[in-house]
């Protein structure tokens, strides 16, 4: 049966910048638990970040793929460049991922670790635009399909297919 990386505050971890998690609550997501299927991540937390901590963001409207190319930084909003720790933590999902033979992923948009489809610009003014966190880049660079929490009825349809 065909496991699923998880972001860790999806699953209602107290793991972001701010110390909140954002629960999802979806009968699929609660089936997939039950099955055992679910491996979690907080990307951030395994490369060493602490909770609470200031929030980062991708600079200069950049994403997630130009950061793995070492085309783009991740600030912190108070200034700290943290691309080395951003990096760090989506090899960390990566690996967790191949442990555990994950070919799909659920993370939840708009984090510069975990974002699949829209980011914010760096600005810290809540600014979004299209693209992926760094981890969400690596996992596809890597054939991992990735799926934001919006998705996950076609994350659930796809595993459906499948088996
Ligand atoms: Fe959630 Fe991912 Fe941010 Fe961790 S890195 S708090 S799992 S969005």
Redesign the pocket.
């Known amino acids: 049966m065909e496991k699923i990386l998880v972001?860790?505050?999806?699953l209602g971890r107290p793991?972001?910048?701010n110390g909140s998690a954002?629960p999802l609550e979806h009968p699929a997501l609660e089936r997939w638990r039950q099955e055992g299927r679910v491996v979690a991540?907080?990307?951030?937390?395994t490369a060493g970040f602490s909770v609470p901590r200031p929030p980062a963001e991708i600079a200069a409207g950049k994403d997630g793929q130009a950061v793995l190319a070492g085309s783009a930084r991740v600030f912190e909003q108070t200034g700290g460049d943290v691309t080395g720790l951003f990096v760090a933590?989506a090899q960390a999902a990566l690996a967790l991922a191949r442990q555990h033979d994950c070919r799909f992923a659920l993370?939840?948009d708009g984090?510069p670790?975990?974002g699949s489809g829209f980011i914010h610009d760096g600005s810290f003014s809540g600014q979004k635009h299209a693209g992926a966190g760094v981890?969400a880049a690596l996992l596809r660079e890597h054939g991992i399909e990735v799926f934001s929490d919006r998705d996950i009825e076609m994350l659930d349809q796809r595993l459906t297919r499948k088996s």
């Open positions: 972001s860790a505050c999806l793991v972001r910048y954002k991540i907080c990307p951030e937390l933590g993370l939840i984090s670790s975990c981890t």
